[in-house]
């Protein structure tokens, strides 16, 4: 049987890989693994291509008597949160979050507003496959689709619950939002003005090009946000990517603090607000060793899981914590739900600033300082994945301990890297961090050579 679930939904290059014709089929397979009668929230990022694939993902679920709900254009995380609240059986969403432009995905919601999960990713592709999917009768084809307008209000008074609003309010703080010319330009700046924050935006238009940067926020795509965050001195920056579900943090010295540092803060700051749940947090192998080195000392539990939101959040969901979050600035607060949300993570860091009475930058301050590089290879379908693994145990594993959870991860005594195949693009992903700056850059370039060697 064929795969078409990634590391977080179906991706593909719109129009070539992700057709109309696919995106039908694809919406039968998912209208009949929910069932006839079932009520479906669906809609969009800002992507090139969305529009025509959501309508052709309703035709497929309508054809398979599912009753859809149209909302249009928002962030991953305002619909996940509308299923949830609002009471819906699942959801769709046409997004392909941080991918380069050129590309769009399909994401399928639980009734709990989490992706489903791996075992029904793969009940989706048996209909698909096997072309077991269900049709109805000419005669039930009654209903439209019906408009959903609810999903940005319901989702931002759900986030400012969670936060004092008075506090922050106080503070009157400069903000920076880059919401690279997507969803994120709808919610955050609502949020940021209920918390009576001074706006400033960059990348703020919906343009459906990505014209300004590329959706996945990183070191390189946001040097201009850091320099702009500079120049207005603002008090914190916030970058999303395409979808919104992340947020990547920079602070009020303009410099660009990655997701598993501002991960580690938060989770902190959960464990402070939400006391009565499990002092534990789920985090990626592609997480820094510093994550367990700081709240080790507020005796929190950290977790390794396998990169990947989908199987993070299930296991929060399931097991139970304070915390769950990725090096590349998805964090989920269960107390508001157990999936990314760029907008939430935005407003608990406002909050615990105005909490703890401490700025952005001696926040960061307080983490273990370490050097982090992110680069990648691009791979063939011919690249023996298995073979660069063992090849980078064989030079690296004798200096620490080895993870094998999700590609090759060594732990060395003040150093890690990691080096796995990604789950939504062809390309190899290495992470190196060291807490001496020369040593990460040697590493990096050296781990590239290698990889590059094999591919």
Same mark, same amino acid.
């Given at each position: 049987?064929? $795969?078409?679930?990634?590391? /977080?939904?179906?991706?593909?290059?719109?129009n070539?890989? =992700?057709?109309?014709?696919?995106a039908v089929?694809?919406?039968k397979?998912?209208?009949?693994?929910?069932?006839?009668?079932?009520?479906?929230l669906?809609?969009?990022?800002?992507?090139?291509?969305?529009?025509?694939?959501?309508?052709?993902?309703e035709?497929? =679920?309508?054809?398979?008597? +599912?009753?859809?709900?149209?909302?249009?254009?928002?962030?991953?995380?305002?619909f996940?949160?509308?299923?949830?609240?609002?009471?819906?059986?699942?959801?769709?969403?046409?997004?392909?979050s941080?991918?380069?432009?050129?590309?769009?995905?399909?994401?399928v919601?639980?009734?709990?507003?989490?992706?489903?999960?791996?075992?029904?990713? /793969?009940?989706?592709?048996?209909?698909?496959?096997?072309?077991?999917? !269900?049709?109805?009768?000419?005669?039930?084809?009654? !209903?439209?689709?019906?408009?959903?307008?609810?999903?940005? /209000?319901v989702?931002?008074?759900?986030?400012?619950?969670?936060?004092?609003?008075?506090?922050?309010?106080?503070?009157?703080?400069?903000?920076?939002?880059?919401?690279?010319?997507?969803?994120?330009?709808?919610?955050?700046?609502?949020?940021?003005?209920?918390?009576?924050?001074?706006?400033?935006?960059?990348?703020?238009?919906?343009?459906?090009?990505?014209?300004?940067?590329?959706?996945?926020?990183?070191?390189?795509?946001?040097?201009?946000?850091?320099?702009?965050?500079?120049?207005?001195? +603002?008090?914190?920056?916030?970058?999303?990517?395409?979808?919104?579900?992340?947020?990547?943090?920079?602070?009020?010295m303009?410099?660009?603090?990655?997701?598993?540092?501002?991960?580690?803060?938060?989770?902190?700051?959960?464990?402070?607000?939400?006391?009565?749940?499990?002092?534990?947090?789920?985090?990626?192998?592609?997480?820094?060793?510093?994550?367990?080195?700081? =709240?080790s000392?507020?005796?929190?539990e950290?977790?390794?899981?396998?990169?990947?939101?989908?199987d993070i959040?299930?296991?929060?969901?399931?097991?139970?914590?304070?915390?769950?979050?990725?090096?590349?600035?998805?964090?989920?607060?269960?107390?508001?739900?157990?999936?990314?949300?760029?907008?939430?993570?935005?407003a608990?860091?406002?909050?615990?600033?105005?909490?703890?009475?401490?700025?952005?930058?001696?926040?960061?301050?307080?983490?273990?300082?370490?050097?982090?590089?992110?680069?990648? +290879?691009?791979?063939?379908? $011919?690249?023996?994945?298995?073979?660069?693994?063992?090849?980078?145990i064989?030079?690296?594993?004798?200096?620490?301990? +080895?993870?094998?959870?999700?590609?090759?991860?060594?732990?060395?005594?003040?150093?890690?890297?990691?080096?796995?195949?990604?789950?939504?693009?062809?390309?190899?992903?290495?992470?190196?961090?060291?807490?001496?700056? !020369?040593?990460s850059?040697?590493?990096? !370039?050296?781990?590239?050579?290698?990889?590059?060697?094999?591919?």
């Amino acid at each position: 049987m064929g $795969k078409l679930f990634g590391t /977080d939904g179906i991706r593909g290059v719109t129009n070539s890989e =992700l057709t109309p014709d696919f995106a039908v089929k694809i919406g039968k397979a998912i209208g009949t693994y929910f069932g006839r009668g079932s009520r479906i929230l669906i809609g969009r990022d800002v992507r090139a291509g969305g529009d025509m694939i959501m309508r052709s993902v309703e035709s497929g =679920l309508l054809s398979s008597g +599912v009753i859809v709900y149209e909302a249009g254009m928002a962030p991953t995380p305002a619909f996940q949160y509308a299923v949830k609240t609002l009471g819906y059986d699942g959801g769709v969403i046409i997004t392909a979050s941080h991918n380069p432009p050129e590309y769009n995905g399909i994401k399928v919601l639980s009734p709990h507003g989490i992706e489903i999960s791996r075992d029904d990713e /793969d009940k989706i592709e048996e209909i698909y496959f096997n072309n077991r999917i !269900n049709t109805v009768e000419w005669s039930s084809l009654v !209903n439209d689709v019906k408009k959903e307008e609810r999903v940005i /209000d319901v989702y931002v008074k759900g986030i400012l619950s969670h936060v004092d609003v008075n506090k922050i309010k106080s503070k009157r703080y400069k903000v920076l939002i880059d919401a690279a010319n997507s969803v994120g330009a709808i919610t955050t700046p609502l949020v940021a003005r209920e918390l009576g924050c001074k706006i400033y935006t960059i990348n703020g238009n919906l343009d459906p090009l990505f014209p300004a940067r590329l959706p996945e926020p990183t070191f390189e795509s946001l040097t201009e946000t850091s320099k702009v965050a500079r120049e207005l001195n +603002v008090d914190i920056a916030v970058a999303h990517d395409g979808d919104a579900d992340r947020a990547i943090f920079i602070d009020s010295m303009g410099r660009v603090q990655w997701g598993d540092r501002s991960g580690t803060l938060l989770s902190y700051w959960a464990s402070i607000k939400a006391p009565n749940l499990p002092k534990r947090v789920f985090t990626a192998v592609s997480s820094s060793s510093l994550v367990e080195e700081y =709240l080790s000392k507020f005796g929190i539990e950290v977790r390794w899981t396998k990169v990947g939101s989908v199987d993070i959040a299930h296991t929060l969901f399931r097991e139970g914590g304070i915390a769950g979050f990725e090096e590349n600035g998805g964090f989920m607060y269960p107390p508001h739900q157990a999936v990314r949300d760029g907008a939430m993570s935005f407003a608990l860091m406002l909050d615990m600033m105005a909490s703890e009475n401490e700025g952005s930058t001696s926040l960061f301050d307080r983490l273990p300082k370490y050097y982090l590089i992110k680069t990648k +290879v691009k791979i063939t379908e $011919k690249t023996n994945i298995g073979r660069i693994y063992e090849e980078i145990i064989n030079k690296y594993g004798k200096y620490g301990s +080895v993870i094998t959870i999700d590609g090759v991860k060594v732990i060395g005594k003040d150093f890690w890297v990691l080096v796995r195949k990604s789950g939504t693009e062809p390309i190899i992903r290495i992470l190196v961090e060291a807490k001496d700056e !020369n040593t990460s850059k040697e590493l990096a !370039n050296e781990i590239e050579r290698i990889v590059g060697g094999l591919v």
